[in-house]
Nanobody, 124 residues
């Protein structure tokens, strides 16, 4: 059983920045591939970014160039730095984990564990 807890969400104006954090339990965190997804009301869950256990990042086209995913294995934490935020980035953001590297980082079904999410609201 792995527990994931997101934090760092909030209200920000368009063009601003936020850094989301996902704190994970377990001593094997460094072996997990991690991902960030988001879901707006009435919309399907959308892939944002993923990172391998070795630290290689993968990004959705919609956020590429504005978002950076990183991890600190010593702190059992993965981060999502978001810059140049747009109103369409408004969503509930979820952290996810997979014990073995996903075949497709963008597929929610590849992940084994999910956090409770944190709200990001971008005002115009």
């Amino acid at each position: 059983q792995v527990q994931l807890v997101e934090s760092g969400g909030g209200l920000v104006q368009a063009g601003g920045s936020l850094r989301l954090s996902c704190a994970a339990s377990g001593r094997t965190f460094s072996r997990y591939a991690m991902g960030w997804f988001r879901q707006a009301p009435g919309k399907e869950r959308e892939f944002v970014a993923g990172i391998s256990w070795s630290g290689v990042g993968t990004y959705a086209d919609s956020v590429k160039g504005r978002v950076t995913i990183s991890r600190d294995n010593a702190k059992n934490t993965v981060y999502l730095q978001m810059n140049s935020l747009k109103p369409e980035d408004t969503a509930f953001y979820y952290c996810a984990a997979k014990a073995r590297g996903p075949s497709d980082y963008s597929n929610p079904a590849e992940y084994d564990y999910w956090g409770q999410g944190t709200q990001v609201t971008v005002s115009s």
